[in-house]
């Protein structure tokens, strides 16, 4: 179980420990007079699904089959809240390769759909896209978390987000019940691209200048689930290779998303990042840029950060960045009031 440690005065932390949904009633407290309870996301829970009434009658129901309902009846409000609102989940990295957990990811990414919240899934692929390089003989090299991106590792990166990762999280979705639409930026020019600043030593690696979201407004009005590959292209039709957490950001900010979530392979953002028991639950923006500013963050933590200070910026109501490798991480940032990960307000 994760606790918080001290940390610089401008990172705002809780040191709550992350939560047991089925069981953790000190997460809220009681709203003096209307007998519901405040949680640290500032979310009414009502009082009976914090401590619900016991039945009386000698066929009630096992304390496992209780505590199940209770975790649902727990979700309704947050249900009730984020109901027809957009969420972008961003899906990479460490956190995809687990092939047992990919279905459970997905499976709770259905369920949200299925009870009326809204998401769009932005995929990376990064270790798979080193796996395919290592095949052409190409050792996989990175800057700041961006991948130098030469003419042949593009076409690999196309190949392999657009053609192979891409369609896997499409049947995925479709197995799982629900029914996903894959896309990469090119389609519809969903994404225009440029390139980076720092082309010289990145090659083809792009920022993104321009989201029309257009296409995606059917497909989510319709109940499908888009599943975006981050390969876009500029105005000439040469490709570029998008950061996947940055196009989230870039894509829910076009989309006035609620929230964005970023699924990685670490608990969040750490104050220590050799210390797993850091765990920053709460930042505001200032904090997170000091966190940088300070060489705290790191690595491929700096685009993460970055796309979640630039979509809080444009409007996007919370960001978060979660654990992937955990079961149900997805489930607990949205529908509990705990939370898991860390979560960066505006
Ligand atoms: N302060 C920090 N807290 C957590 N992780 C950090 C921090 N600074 C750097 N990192 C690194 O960032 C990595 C997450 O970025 P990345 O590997 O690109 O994730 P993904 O592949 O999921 O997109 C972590 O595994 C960790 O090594
Ligand atoms: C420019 C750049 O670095 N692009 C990324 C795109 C995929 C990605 O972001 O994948 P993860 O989320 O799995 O890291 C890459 O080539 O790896």
């Not at 949680?39 to 009434?53: C, D, T």
């Not at 687990?98 to 932005?122: A, F, K, Y």
């Not at 991106?149 to 657009?162: G, P, Q, R, S």
Request: glycine share 10%.
């Amino acid at each position: 179980m994760l606790l918080t440690k001290p940390h610089p005065s401008s990172v705002l932390l809780s040191s709550t420990p992350v939560p047991n949904p089925s069981t953790d009633a000190s997460r809220v407290t009681p709203l003096a007079s209307s007998g519901a309870v405040r949680g640290r996301r500032g979310l009414r829970v009502s009082a009976a699904s914090v401590a619900p009434a016991q039945p009386a009658s000698a066929s009630r129901p096992s304390a496992p089959a209780l505590s199940r309902v209770d975790v649902l009846s727990e979700a309704l409000p947050f249900i009730q809240r984020f109901k027809g609102k957009t969420v972008v989940v961003k899906y990479g990295g460490a956190a995809m390769k687990s092939p047992e957990l990919q279905p459970s990811v997905i499976r709770d990414l259905v369920l949200l759909s299925c009870v009326g919240l809204r998401p769009v899934l932005v995929h990376g692929g990064g270790p798979e896209i080193n796996a395919w390089l290592g095949r052409v003989g190409v050792e996989p090299q990175f800057r700041n978390g961006l991948r130098v991106t030469d003419a042949l590792t593009m076409e690999v990166v196309e190949m392999v987000l657009v053609g192979k990762v891409n369609k896997q999280l499409v049947s995925l979705i479709n197995l799982a019940g629900a029914t996903a639409v894959g896309l990469c930026g090119k389609d519809a020019r969903l994404l225009t691209a440029r390139p980076s600043p720092d082309a010289a030593a990145l090659g083809f690696v792009g920022e993104v200048t321009h989201v029309d979201p257009s296409i995606l407004h059917p497909i989510i009005k319709s109940g499908h689930i888009p599943v975006i590959a981050t390969v876009a292209a500029d105005e000439t039709g040469q490709a570029y290779n998008i950061n996947a957490d940055t196009a989230a950001g870039e894509i829910a900010a076009a989309l006035g998303a609620e929230k964005l979530l970023l699924l990685t392979d670490v608990s969040g953002i750490l104050a220590d990042r050799d210390d797993p028991g850091s765990l920053v639950k709460e930042i505001n923006i200032a904090g997170v840029r000091q966190m940088v500013a300070d060489g705290k963050v790191g690595g491929g933590m700096i685009p993460k950060v970055e796309c979640c200070v630039r979509a809080l910026a444009q409007g996007v109501k919370t960001a978060s960045i979660i654990d992937g490798r955990v079961p149900h991480s997805l489930l607990l940032e949205i529908l509990t009031d705990e939370g898991t990960g860390t979560m960066i307000t505006g």
